[in-house]
């Protein structure tokens, strides 16, 4: 472990509708090499079309294959949440295996809805991190889905659950929506993941909810992760706060163990 | 500490770029509701933060009555539009037109005229994707050969759209691409690859955004130096010493 730079806490794996060069697993190690990103934590795609079990195996080949350096966390499609448990249970049994990740948009099922609440049930009793992706209120309409005020009443009742806000409440309202929520919860997370290109926005957010809540993320090959670098080492920080930023937080999120194999 | 060894490898290499920014904007538009209103001193600050030497100018509606910032390495974008006269100063550097916005053909008899005004100048048109269709840009291209024609990856990002502007940009070598929101994985390896690192262009579309995340996109792209440099601003400073005074 020693010597990690960055970790990518926030990238996915799969196939693409649209150009992206190099998103097979091998490109990504590639240029995860080239960025000096040490791990990065996958959500397979296939977890958003309800293809379970192959989002299963393809997540486990990627682990296995990269040496362990691409972690995954499993989707939850509360549209079918039986089949959803049942393989999010065997992923459990999967070195590899970090967290749980759902995406209201991608399912259509606001981030408030009762059929979430078996998932935060699960991660609360397994001791598991929970990303979500969220969103602003946008020209798109189901991003409404993903707003972060949604999940206002899951941040209250499941406060040992470390939640992370994927993408940071995007681009307009969520935004703030986001902040308000990491700073009202000790255990609410922010990550940088995806085309929050707005200047300033790396310092906004530590100005208001602390470095320690902030994970660096890519959203690669979505987006291509040199998007981020560059703006995160010269964002006008203090060392000790890029670090958090960079590596620290995600492993106190989603690899605690390593965490403390680093301090040792 | 390794993190600030880094920071300053990636300052020098920055610097070494030369950037010019094609994207600057003065003003503000309800379109970016997060973003600081765009001064010279803002513009200035963000750009001695990023590197960026020099800069053509645009202006959001509502402050095209302010005069233009005198700063040597400063130019401007004019606004042409259809039925009026365009009679750029010294300044200005390059065109724009906004056809969706302000409801108007870019095929049409008044629009042709600016066209060839702009050909005759050798003053190159910016256009955002998102205020033509991608047919009437091709048509408009193919139809003007001569025009150099930057479209920019503004005010949505492109990401979605490479299928379609990918072949555009094989088809007509007059369609070059700003960067400023062009952030599909690998992009700018392959358009140099593919059709050369003359065909892109730094933008930073500050202040809504942030120079630093196009000029990632440069400084880590996997392509010669030289390459980086004509992005960066090797390519807008030429189209610029080509207009006719």
């Known amino acids: ?264 | 500490m390794w993190i600030d060894e880094k920071e300053t490898e990636i300052r020098e290499s920055l610097d070494k770029l030369d950037l010019f920014d094609a994207g600057a904007w003065l003003g503000s538009t309800p379109a970016f509701p997060l973003m600081e209103r765009g001064t010279p001193e803002l513009l200035e600050r963000i750009h001695g933060e990023s590197y960026i030497k020099g800069a053509l100018i645009s202006r959001w509606p509502g402050s095209e009555g302010e005069s233009f910032p005198a700063r040597e390495s400063w130019y401007a974008i004019e606004t042409a539009l259809p039925g009026q006269d365009f009679n750029p100063s010294e300044r200005v550097k390059a065109a724009r037109i906004f056809p969706a916005s302000m409801g108007f053909s870019p095929l049409e008899g008044e629009a042709r005229r600016i066209f060839s005004i702009l050909t005759d100048k050798k003053m190159p048109l910016f256009l955002m994707h998102t205020e033509i269709s991608f047919s009437d840009l091709d048509t408009l291209a193919a139809e003007h050969p001569g025009l150099n024609i930057v479209l920019e990856s503004q005010t949505k990002k492109i990401l979605y759209h490479m299928g379609t502007v990918l072949p555009m940009m094989q088809r007509r070598p007059n369609i070059l691409l700003e960067i400023s929101n062009l952030c599909n994985q690998g992009i700018i390896e392959y358009i140099v690859k593919n059709f050369g690192p003359d065909r892109l262009v730094f933008g930073s579309f500050a202040p809504a955004s942030d120079p630093l995340v196009p000029a990632g996109m440069i400084l880590q792209a996997g392509i010669p130096e030289d390459a980086k440099r004509e992005i960066a601003g090797g390519n807008m400073r030429r189209m610029i010493s080509e207009v006719a005074k």
């Open chain 1, 1 to 264: 472990m020693s010597g990690i730079r960055i970790i990518d806490s926030h990238m996915h794996l799969g196939e693409w509708d649209f150009f992206t060069h190099g998103a097979g697993l091998k490109g990504i190690l590639n240029l995860m090499d080239r960025l000096e990103i040490g791990r990065a934590y996958s959500t397979h795609q296939l977890w958003f079309a309800a293809r379970f079990k192959e989002a299963r195996e393809e997540s486990v080949r990627a682990y296995h294959e990269s040496d362990g350096r691409i972690p995954f966390l499993a989707g939850f499609d509360p549209r079918y949440p039986a089949d959803s448990l049942s393989e999010i249970g065997l992923c459990a049994k999967e070195e590899g295996f970090l967290g749980i990740k759902i995406h209201p948009s991608f399912h259509e099922t606001p981030a408030d809805d009762a059929g979430y609440r078996v998932i935060w049930e699960y991660v609360e009793s397994n001791g598991l991190p929970l990303l979500s992706h969220t969103w602003s209120d946008t020209y798109n309409p189901i991003q409404r889905l993903s707003q972060p005020k949604l999940f206002e009443e899951y941040a209250d009742k499941y406060q040992s659950v470390k939640f992370v806000l994927g993408h940071s409440g995007g681009p307009g309202n969520g935004r703030q929506q986001a902040v308000d929520l990491a700073r009202k919860h000790p255990n609410v997370y922010l990550d940088t993941a995806g085309d929050l290109f707005s200047y300033g926005f790396l310092k906004y957010l530590v100005e208001n909810v602390g470095a320690h809540k902030i994970l660096f993320g890519t959203d690669q090959p979505m987006m291509d992760p040199r998007c981020q670098v560059v703006r995160t080492y010269l964002a006008g920080l203090d060392s000790e706060s890029k670090e958090l930023i960079f590596y620290k937080n995600a492993l106190a999120v989603y690899e605690p163990r390593l965490l403390e194999e680093e301090k040792c």
